[in-house]
């Protein structure tokens, strides 16, 4: 004998779908800084102004894909798709990070090329075009701030237009050192300099989507704790089969068997509301299902976990 009960809200919603103009204006702000960056390393000859063009359309492509994924996450739960598909988030967010390792090997490739064969680079055309992109970056920055700090799919974008922000202060960096200087090998270090602040960053936003594809319990959430707690509430005799993950950002979900004695069965529904209730101003659980069973039904179950 059982019951479930749940609390949250409705699986169509997203952290990522408030933010979607948001992110639409910085995909266009963004086209409009690649254009202008390929054809300003045409000009000056330059691989860090290369690269960081390569970024921005990398970016551009992370954002479109962030929009897609938001459009995806959006559509209802239906079929065999209980919870909707708002894992496409998280494989957008997966599939960025895999996308800026690709980019650090070509910028690595490139730079070794023109470290054994140096090439002639304009420091002006380098410096005026990566201001350019650097304004730009700061103000895509800008725009998906807020939203970076609630979906996972939003940080993202909002990690590939920081890097593409610092890469821009690099190349004028480079720029200005060439121009004073002449010193063209400034530009290929600068280019090397770039894969190694682009690296940390998509290994960091790769971790956490595997973590929640992974389905492991959300950082901070300590299910000891959690189970703990159950068992403070006075009908509880044991927990087992205790289980919390992560849908997609800011979506947590938690499952569990709560043993509880026979006559409290009869009034499930004041039970469940209890420890709802307790559970409720304590934890951060978007959605949370508990199966009320008397002692001994565990023998008849099939997989048990603790």
């Known amino acids: 004998m059982g019951a479930g009960h749940g609390h949250g809200h409705g699986h169509g919603h997203t952290a990522g779908a408030a933010h979607r103009g948001r992110l639409a204006l910085v995909l266009a702000l963004m086209l409009c800084v690649a254009v202008v960056q390929v054809a300003g390393a045409a000009f000056s000859g330059s691989l860090a102004l290369l690269a960081d063009a390569g970024h921005t359309v990398t970016d551009s492509f992370g954002v479109a894909l962030a929009l897609v994924a938001v459009w995806i996450a959006a559509r209802p739960a239906r079929g065999r798709s209980t919870f909707g598909h708002q894992r496409a988030e998280i494989l957008a967010a997966a599939a960025n990070a895999l996308v800026l390792f690709a980019l650090c090997g070509f910028i690595v490739v490139e730079a070794v090329d023109r470290l054994r064969s140096p090439a002639e680079v304009s420091g002006p055309g380098m410096v005026a075009v990566a201001a350019v992109g650097l304004v730009a970056n700061i103000v895509g920055a800008l725009v998906l701030r807020s939203g970076a700090r609630e979906s ?11 890097s593409d922000a610092l890469a821009s202060v690099g190349v004028i960096i480079g720029g200005l050192v060439v121009w004073l200087t002449g010193w063209t090998q400034a530009d290929t270090v600068v280019s ?28 901070g959430m300590d299910l000891d704790e959690v189970r703990r707690h159950l068992l403070d509430h006075p009908a509880v005799v044991d927990v087992h089969d205790l289980h919390i993950w992560t849908i997609t950002s800011g979506v947590p979900v938690m499952s569990a068997h709560v043993v509880v004695p026979p006559e409290r069965l009869l009034d499930s529904g004041r039970t469940l509301d209890e420890l709802h209730a307790c559970l409720a101003g304590h934890f951060d659980v978007e959605h949370s299902t508990l199966q009320l069973e008397p002692p001994g039904h565990t023998d008849h179950e099939g997989a048990r976990h603790v």
């Open 152 to 162: 996972l799919n939003v940080k993202g974008a909002y990690l590939e237009v920081v």
């Open 192 to 219: 090397l300099v770039i894969a190694a602040i682009i690296v940390p960053r998509a290994w960091s936003l790769l971790r956490e989507a595997v973590h929640i594809l992974l389905e492991s319990a959300p950082r």
